[in-house]
């Protein structure tokens, strides 16, 4: 105790008013999560380092071996089979993502500039149907591009497909199905940044620029940025480690890193290698946010973007 | 007023106890009326649970996989604790056996065991039967659309070779050893191949074929048969019981279709009753068990899946369509069918190499 | 001129998204009343799948059990991750590093590692102490887990855009944090709490594999039956539950739109 002076002085208590403040708001939230979320996913961390059984159970000793089954290393020498399903998982992701901000940006425009009473109508209007089932939805999508349906007719007479083959299984069929799922996820945090943009810094840019793509650059896009990366976030990442869509609009012909990791804990029966295989997406995806990151500071987002 | 100043607080409290209850508790399980069954889906006749529901005046609650992946994963996640009796197939048998995940059987308590069949009293993926009791047994091989493939081959080349099949999109199943074993066979090495030269020659073709335009994707033996009458695919691997059931729910989609095991072999496989380790309820597994041993209860199975009874039994009562092919394969056909081989060690690590390859190129 | 060239063209976009928003579930509506059993050809108008369903008490009590989840762990997470949110806007210039980390990881963590670490952590837990066996408790811890930081994120990034002056003002004008919280930030965090919730609710009748893992023998959901049916070669009664499925979440957003309007009507 150095006396009741330090306590009593406004700068100790406003401290320490503080801080039963960040406890109260924060600490429930941290607490749950610390708790049903931290802890397994330590133990679950801690399986990567531990040897594969025969059957699939992860036991003593610890080893590194689920590391470099990763890798490539297996009983029989190098492959580039996990090299494969790695970069394949950062492609799919980066054209979908790019196509779902491409269709977000005017979406959560048009929806901003709408009359008052009709946004949150429309807003609902695009969230709806994700209220029901990423399984329902996608096999809604199968119906949709199998072989002999409008669709598919369409794109074989385009030559875009080979004859007979219908539209799904395919990429394409897994790209569609991302874009489709992940859409509102991108579209609401873009309207809440296009809802708070200054209209006036848009009025003068398009005084000052005239062209309405240098309007969209300098007035528009910083303004925005906060809710892009949000929405970036919200899309990217479930995007990277989706299984669901891949699995059966996919056919099982291109093997994601989300599908790799899900087989290891089941069919694949190798739950280091499967730990293993989640503690690379995890590295991946901070790898993806620091660049999001710096991006965000440089291109003029301040230190105030999302993380 | 202190009344209606306490009125909200009660009914929060209201709302909250029981919910706090759920959560602590989770589900109340392991009651003793209750027989938790992890089952294929649509593998069982309902009437047959009312009937033992009846008959034992218990609640049966059904759970379902949809591969012998997914029912180990959840077994070794805390499975082993919460059902009664799963069904895996011949091939898991042995692993689950292994990774003491399942318990022997009390056979003091399964009365109607001498109904099984001879053939499957001393099975070779449980020796003297002391884990599993079977439930079907049935075989995969390739459905085709007849329209497209007229002068079909009985033969994996509808599959594997281009020349059979240039212009129509067909399937490969989604469970390794199911489809390098069709591999193995179409290239001679037998459909129950092991060791590293055949896997290997037979992986090298999957990714030929994988990558011929044509090529639709891995599909499991029964969305196969969906995609098939959809036209989804033209030729997929797929099993005579659930081949059969489709034509019999959708005769008109399923009509130009045909099964066919190829003369080069194919799998027969047995789908078996076993007990987890740590059930909640053995005894009454036992009884559900030994109730589906008895003639007509077996019977009753078979001509819901149309699949062909292990039970000798139950012969008496099973339908016509059950004694003849595809369900019962001809004698021809029966001796070219083969158990998938039970992968241990090493030798499942090998395998598992080349079909993560196989899927991943 | 341009300026209405660009709103027609918006429009336009806007009609076209939402065809290919609808479209999937218009397809699994119209197959629902299919007369024949045939996934591939539309035969006629019936409602016998419809009568089917009556009878498939599993697929009713999974029905249940999915909004029960989604409707518990949305309100859960609003209230612990709204609160999150303020307090790392609150506090964001202290060193709250680890405060990030820590709401980013269910965000990073995939699906199924993410099921997989919850259903082993349950399990064990079960084992020592006999808590947590796996069920709709399980699965709502879980469901929560994963809504938090959503909630947490729309609500910071929503104070992060306001103009820091309107804090100043509020200070001025209410003197107890409680009255500002009511008067000030409930209200100013309307649009983000909504959507909040909305993305809650929504993530949680979305997911399967978290759900699939840490689901008990009795607290099947939905999506997991129907991936099990769909897995096993699809039954019309899917179409069917599907649709109801469909035009249950078309009410509640109905719904939630009239008593907006409401309420914004009175205020």
Redesign the interface.
Known sequence: MSGPGVLAAPGGRRALGETRHLLLTVAPGVLWLLIFLVLPGIYLMGVAFMTN?????PQMPLTLDAFERLAGY???GW?P??L??LLRSLAQTLIATLLVVAISYPLAYHISTAKARWRPVMLLALVVPSWTNQVIRTFGWMNLL???TPLAGLAESLNLI?????L??SNIAVTLGLVYNFLPFMVLPLYAAFEKLDISQVEAAQDLYASPLRTFRHAVFPQTLPGLLAGVVLVAIPAFGMYVVSELL????H?LLGN?VA?Q??????WPLGAAGAILMLLATFAGLYVMRRLGRRLGGGDEVVI | MPHSLYRPFRRSARTALP?LG??????A?AADDKL?L?N???YMDPAIIDAFEERYDVEV??????????M??KL???GVS??DVIVPSNYYVP?LI??GLVQPLDKTKLSHLGNVMDTFQDPGYDPGGDYSVPYQWGTTGIIYNTDTFPDAPKSWSLLFDANENP???F?VA???QVTMGGACAYLGHGYDCTG?DAWREAAKLLIET?GR????????G??A??QL????V?AAMSFNG?YLA?KD??P??FANTAFMIPDEGAEMWVDTMMIPAEAPNSDLAHAFIDFLLEAEVGAQLSNYNYYASPNAAAEPYLDEVLTQPPVQPSDDDMQRLRFIPSL???E???F???W??V??? | MTRHGLHRGLRVFWWLTLLFLYLPLAVVVLYSFNA??????FTGVSLRWYYRLMGNE?LLAALGNSLLLAV?SSLIALLLGSLVGYGMFHHRWRRLGWLVVLIYLPLVLPDIVFG?AE??F??QV?RLTG????????M??AHVSFQIPFVALIVYSRLVGLDPSLFEAAKDLYASPWQRARHFLVPTLRPALISGAFLSFTLSLDDFVISF?TA?????TLPIYI????????SPEINAIATLMIAAVVLVAVASLLLGRQRAGRG
């Open positions: 059984g025969p059957y699939g159970q297996g009983i029989l492959s089979a996990n494969y399903t199998a072989p002999g080979p004859s007979n083959m219908g799904y299984p996919g056919g099982g012909k093997m790799l087989r804990f089941g069919g694949g029966a190798n | 919910l759920l959560m602590l508790a989770g589900g399980q938790y992890f294929w889906t649509e609650v059904q759970n379902y996989f949809n591969s012998q992946p997914e180990l994963a070794n996640a805390g919460q059902y692993r292994e990774t212009d129509y999109p399937a989604g469970d390794g590293l994988k335009d044509t090529f639709s994707g891995f599909t499991d029964t969305p048969l969906q009458s959809r036209g989804v033209h659930d489709f729910e959708d008109e989609g241990s060690g090493d499942l690590q090998v598992q190499q080349l993560s390859e899927q991943a190129r | 024949s059993n045939s996934a591939a050809h599993a518990v997989i259903m082993a349950f399990v079960e808590w947590l066996s796996p069920g709709l408790g399980t709502v811890i893992f008990g023998p009795e607290s099947a991936w099990g049916a769909i897995r096993k070669g699809v």
